[in-house]
C-alpha cells in the first residue's frame, strides 16, 4: 500500500487535465495510431466531464462508467 493519501477529486479532475493537454492535438502517422488517439482524447474527455457533472449533483458515482450488472 502507499503511503500517499489518495486523492481527492479535484486532483483526479486535474491528473486528467493533464493527460489529455500531454496527448496533445497531434495526429498518429497511421490509421491505427490515429484512431487511438482519437480515442484516448475522447475516453478522457467523457470521464473527465462524468466526474465533473457527479461533483456538481454531489452524487458518488461517475455517470460516463457504465459498471456491467452481476451475474
Known amino acids: 500500500m502507499s503511503d500517499k493519501p489518495p486523492l481527492s477529486d479535484d486532483e483526479v479532475y486535474e491528473r486528467i487535465h493533464a493527460a489529455l493537454l500531454a496527448l496533445g492535438r497531434g495526429e498518429g502517422a497511421t ?3 490515429d484512431t487511438t ?3 484516448a482524447r475522447k475516453a478522457l474527455s467523457v470521464l473527465q466531464l ?4 457527479s461533483m456538481e449533483n454531489g452524487t458518488e458515482v461517475n455517470a460516463a462508467i457504465k459498471v456491467p450488472d452481476g451475474p
Open 37 to 39: 488517439f482519437k480515442a
Open 31 to 33: 490509421v491505427r495510431g
Open 50 to 53: 462524468g466526474l465533473l457533472v
